[in-house]
């Protein structure tokens, strides 16, 4: 017994349709793996920048003592 040949185009069809999203599955994971990648690197320069951000302040805190400065104006205001 044989298969139409409407019925083997049907399930050729469905099989290229599953491989097609095997395919982009494998896609998607390729670019979550990057993602991760680039997230790890980001989180590493932020803590990096952060560290630098500490001891800017350190530095400044004891050149001057503590308060606050405005990025804008370049004013310092010592704590109370």
Known sequence: ???????LNELKELRIKINN?????????????????????????LLNLEKEESDIAKKLSNKYGDGSINLESGTFTPSN
């Open 1 to 7: 017994q044989s298969f139409s040949e409407k019925e």
């Open 21 to 45: 999203l095997t395919l982009q599955f494998g896609q998607v994971s390729i670019s979550m793996i990057k993602l991760s990648k680039t997230k790890k690197e980001l989180e590493s320069k």
